[in-house]
């Protein structure tokens, strides 16, 4: 593997418009870096969120949902495994949806019973999601060329230790779009990869995951990025692809220091939407 080959291979494949992106990215990491003395100071005035939840009751609900729908998939596969290869895909994703809004149903009603001040304790006050847009918008674009540099780096590990040239598997859904143009079938795709999942996730892993060992660690002085960074590993090896793992963790580490520095759960569910919102639309456009 020859590093510097690579690194001009990649500077060759940046587009003129993409440096602004960097650019404003590297900008505004460095910004914050410098403001809160490398994190030191960023989670000074940030309080956990009260709630009467037990202990085990976050990790019991996450393995719940994950069990239940990849159950449901399985299920749906062998029941209908005579159709077309796009009916199986769109029967599948339809029934992810509904146990997906069924879970969130679910997770609302727990929410409203543990937390105090029930849905606003929580963090879900609609009143604050045009700001947490904006915030949202500027932590992708901050975290953007970090993702690029990990992405990068698996790459050329990767090759490093099996010798041969390697590909970051594509994610199942997004394997799916490419597989199925029907637009039925993308569209029901991109509806629960855009708008579901990320909802349901964050309820489970920044809301009530990181919460709870939050409150837990209460008395620690850096309780906030331990939190932070727990949830933010199970929250990665929760997904299927290892390679996978080490974006989806400053994905992860960048949405729980928004919920933490906020108190609002919309600004990482945003984050969350914009993620895979632009990862769905690359796909789409191949």
Not at 39 to 46: M, Q, Y
Not at 202 to 209: A, N, P, S, T
Request: charge should be positive; charged fraction near 15%; glycine fraction near 6%.
């Amino acid at each position: 593997m020859n590093i510097p080959e690579n690194i001009k291979e990649i500077i060759g494949a940046i587009r003129p418009e993409d440096i602004f992106i960097y650019f404003s990215g590297f900008i505004l990491l460095a910004i914050w870096l410098i403001r809160t003395s490398f994190g030191k100071k960023a989670l000074e005035n940030s309080i956990p969120r009260r709630n009467g939840m037990p202990i085990f009751l976050p990790l019991a609900l996450t393995l719940a949902v994950l069990l239940s729908v990849g159950l449901l998939n399985e299920l749906s596969l062998s029941l209908f495994k005579d159709l077309q290869k796009w009916k199986q895909v769109l029967i599948s994703e339809l029934i992810s949806l509904s146990a997906g809004l069924v879970s969130i149903g679910l997770l609302l009603f727990i929410i409203k019973i543990y937390f105090v001040r029930g849905f606003r304790g929580f963090g879900l006050n609609i009143k604050t999601i045009p700001r947490d847009f904006v915030y949202a918008f500027t932590y992708i674009l901050a975290i953007f060329p970090l993702m690029e540099i990990v992405f990068w780096a698996t790459i050329n590990i990767n090759k490093f230790i099996s010798g041969t040239e390697y590909e970051i598997p594509t994610h199942q859904e997004l394997q799916n779009i490419i597989e199925n143009p029907s637009i039925l079938v993308r569209l029901v795709i991109a509806t629960g990869t855009i708008g579901i999942i990320p909802f349901l996730e964050e309820l489970l892993y920044r809301g009530l995951f990181q919460t709870m060992i939050r409150t837990n660690l209460y008395y620690y002085k850096h309780a906030g990025w331990i939190a932070i960074f727990i949830t933010s590993v199970f929250f990665s090896i929760s997904h299927e692809n290892i390679s996978h793992w080490p974006i989806l963790f400053i994905l992860g580490a960048c949405m729980g220091y928004s919920y933490e520095k906020s108190g609002s759960l919309f600004r990482p569910v945003l984050i969350h939407m914009l993620f895979n919102a632009s990862a769905v639309l690359a796909t789409w456009r191949q």
